[in-house]
């Protein structure tokens, strides 16, 4: 997708930090952590949120959700961790290629809105 730019990171035209990769996702460090280990799991299909999921497209999401406690474990994670997914503009969405954060490391906030 032109003007993507996790589009553009899965392709290496901008760099990243990548923890993990598989043929279908890949996992980079976020450019501005919000806590001590904040990593980005973006499918390397185009899907621009959550609300684009469907029957025939939502299996990526069980596909993270089953690399996540592998990759938190190699990432020092034995105490639990936040998943994060913002969806939309109300849901604070600014790249519009769906991701799911990993946030850990320390003790975090309990907060939903
Ligand atoms: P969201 O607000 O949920 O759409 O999250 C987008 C995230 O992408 C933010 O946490 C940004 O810090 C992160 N981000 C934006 N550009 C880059 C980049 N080039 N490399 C790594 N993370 C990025
Ligand atoms: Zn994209």
Not at 2 to 18: L, N, Q
Not at 57 to 76: M, Q, R, T, W, Y
Not at 83 to 103: A, R
């Amino acid at each position: 997708m032109a003007d993507c730019v996790f589009c553009k990171i899965i392709d290496g035209e901008i760099p990243s930090t990548r923890v993990y990769e598989d043929d279908r996702i890949i996992a980079i460090r976020d450019l501005n952590p919000q806590a001590p280990v904040h990593v980005l799991f973006i499918p390397k299909e185009h899907i621009a949120s959550a609300d684009e999921l469907n029957k025939d497209n939502c299996d990526i999401v069980a596909h993270i959700f089953s690399v996540i406690p592998g990759v938190a474990k190699e990432l020092g994670l034995t105490n639990g961790y936040r998943i994060v997914n913002n969806c939309g503009e109300d849901g604070g969405q600014t790249v519009k290629h769906i991701h799911f954060h990993l946030l850990g490391g320390k003790k975090l906030e309990v907060t939903m809105a």
